[in-house]
């Protein structure tokens, strides 16, 4: 198939895009990609595709942007339950600890996802997938960690392997268990660090090899963060987690500065996560490594506070730069990675350029995945989006709906964008 | 038709909603409305109507919320062109006075609409209605203003008006010739304003009575602000308007208080629109009035502002606070209410109940057709919503996607959310 005649063509073609080369889009004007295969196989101006393969079937891509698909490299995908009830406590001006008294917090995600049934979990978690998708994300990380216990935690892998056999949208696992400290263990935090590092993760090992043979391991993932793992502990178990071969990410700096984004650097992480109270120490170490700084810039305004990460230092300072949902039913139930380049651009004063590379390329980076996905280059899965608009400066200015026409993956064309239908 | 089994139905009965008053959803649970010839004939319980009108056609809510259709009563709906390339310019850190000398500006766009067509201008609007509509808003507010010329002004009108007749999305006009001083006019503001109220004005006048007859006259407003119209001229063209019997609103304290807000008061203006930098005295005038408080939270956000209307001020000094999008290409394209609640919510601290009251019966009254649209009772308009959420807290909570199912329009049934298709 022969997708022509975009009026830009956004191939993000190249390595992690750092410092002054973020924003570099590739841009070939009425540019053509031809698919086979599941495969882009070649990239070009429509002129000289068309003539090249003259008998190949086509998709006018009508004039308006064909980019790749958008890679969300941080969602915590899979919970049962939701907290309206709580979101509302907070607008009515309640304080967070009364909340947490009235049944709010993390742990009561963990309660009602413990006791979900396997469909259950399913049902509630496929519609959050067809948004991200008809939203134009074709591969995203997702974690467990709703569970914190061992059962609970490899039931929600099982989920996410299964949603991931069904749907189009492309998963990438990590696991999570030391989301929090389980309940079991409130008085008891080291108790629970040694759990994760000592118990479960042999055993995810195990069960991972079994039940998804020829699967890349997933990432293992710690929240550093008071009141949650302090630094040792965090280094207990992305050390063991990476003596067990599993890639490692961190959530590090969402409240507070405790070194994580340090640790990851350190420890050869995928990518560190948040980077909100983040130093000038731990933003130096991570401009010159290979962890991606995953910026999650919908987690403040869920929770309506004005600090977000230190974009444009993290970028002078050459780091590898991508954004994230963080899609989460605490702090930021919002599926749409357009919603997040739009409030990254005014949060962080990114370019739309800059913010798009962020969510392609760089952010395919952040989940190890840049060999298959996040640009639009010969031998790369044929993940792209065609968006109603003609210039992909529109993405940023405009929000608040849904810019992606066509959502392209491995080859086949969905479309998600609704025709206003009258029916009875 | 009997549209059954919402899991809750907001009905937002009664008047326009002040004080702690503001969120009173009037939920009924497992409700059903009946709906014939395109009116609201009956409200109540699902058993008691299903009881009442056994022979009815039913549509099942599906333990949906079933609410009224969002009323937006404050768009900048109809321009040509777009300003996506100043926002980059913005976005990259060019200062504002730059970015005019590059071309943007209100005038850019001023310039791209006096030279499109009609044609264009619709082709150009059109796709805005349509994610309006598919967003769940089934009444807008449109301003012209975008012309600052008799002969544009009114083309714009006419736009609108066929674009009202074509489209199930019913549009509430304004003329707003007083939206900035014209270009021909910039070293003579006074007699920018002497033009529009001493012969646009009646020209208005003559021209609607003979391109829509029968149809409510359009509301006449103007933007008081420095560097736009001061206080005594907005009080020159309100009153004019005022005495050629149009009905009055103005844009008051968006970026400094010149006292628009008092001004509307005064003259019984159907609303007064952005009050950021609105004075203590101006919220007190407010509180006493019928004059709607409404307040557009996405242009703070679209220029990444801090600052948002005192809403709590003002719903504690009993005014009849509203919402809406102010969508334009300038300060923010986005065409969906419910980003406005998810907005209001965190900025201003309503709790999704408060949102919901704003956006429905009290934006009613801000365009003075509460009459008929913007709550669900026996006798009004049947414009509702079924959404794809059993609680109506999650409007707000979430955010960033779409969570209308199907727009009820009149009693037509508009399906709205894409089922993802598979195609090539």
Redesign the interface.
């Known amino acids: 198939?022969l997708i022509h005649s975009a009026s830009q063509l956004l191939t993000l073609a190249g390595g992690p895009q750092r410092g002054r080369a973020l924003g570099s889009l590739g841009l070939i004007e009425k540019g053509a990609v031809l698919v086979r295969d599941e495969k882009i196989i070649a990239v070009g101006a429509t002129d000289e595709l068309k003539n090249a393969y003259p008998d190949e079937?086509t998709?006018d891509a009508g004039h308006c942007v064909l980019m790749p698909g958008f890679v969300d490299p941080h969602s915590h995908l899979i919970w049962a339950g939701?907290?309206?009830?709580e979101?509302?406590m907070k607008?009515?001006?309640m304080a967070y600890l009364d909340i947490l008294a009235a049944g709010g917090g993390i742990l009561s995600t963990v309660k009602a996802t413990r006791t979900a049934s396997m469909e259950t979990l399913i049902a509630q978690t496929r519609?959050r997938m067809?948004?991200m998708?008809?939203?134009g994300t074709t591969t995203a990380e997702a974690k467990t960690g709703y569970g914190l216990q061992t059962s609970t935690e490899l039931r929600l892998l099982k989920a996410l392997l299964a949603l991931n056999d069904e749907s189009?949208l492309d998963l990438v696992f990590t696991f999570l268990g030391a989301h929090a400290i389980a309940p079991e263990y409130k008085d008891d935090p080291q108790g629970y660090a040694d759990e994760v590092a000592n118990t479960m993760l042999p055993m995810l090992k195990e069960w991972w090899e079994t039940h998804a043979p020829g699967l890349r391991p997933p990432f293992v993932d710690v929240f550093c963060e008071t009141k949650a793992f302090n630094l040792k502990q965090s280094r207990q178990i992305l050390s063991q987690a990476r003596s067990l071969g599993f890639p490692l990410k961190i959530h590090a700096d969402e409240f507070d500065n405790l070194g994580g984004a340090s640790l990851a650097v350190e420890l050869g992480a995928a990518s560190a996560d948040h980077l909100v109270k983040t130093s000038d120490a731990d933003i130096a170490a991570l401009g010159k490594s290979d962890t991606v700084a995953v910026s999650l810039p919908?987690t403040p305004?869920?929770l309506?506070e004005?600090r977000y990460t230190p974009a444009r230092k993290l970028i002078d300072a050459d780091a590898i730069f991508a954004l994230a949902t963080d899609c989460n039913p605490g702090t930021t139930?919002?599926?749409?990675m357009?919603?997040v380049i739009a409030l990254a651009?005014?949060?962080m004063?990114?370019?739309?350029?800059e913010a798009i590379a962020a969510s392609t390329i760089n952010s395919a980076h952040a989940i190890r995945r840049a060999d298959t996905i996040g640009s639009i280059e010969v031998g790369k899965q044929a993940d792209m989006l065609i968006l109603?608009i003609s210039?992909y400066?529109?993405l940023?200015?405009?929000?608040?709906?849904?810019l992606v026409k066509q959502v392209i993956k491995r080859g086949?064309?969905?479309?998600?964008?609704?025709n206003?239908?009258?029916?009875?």
Chains 1, 2 share one sequence.
């Open positions: 198939m079937p998709l939701d907290r309206a009830n979101f509302e607008m009515g001006g519609p067809l948004r998708f008809s939203h189009p919908c305004f869920g309506a004005c139930w919002n599926e749409s357009q919603f651009c005014r949060t004063k990114l370019t739309p350029a109603s210039d400066r529109q940023g200015y405009r929000y608040g709906t849904n086949q064309v969905y479309v998600t964008v609704p206003l239908v009258k029916n009875a």
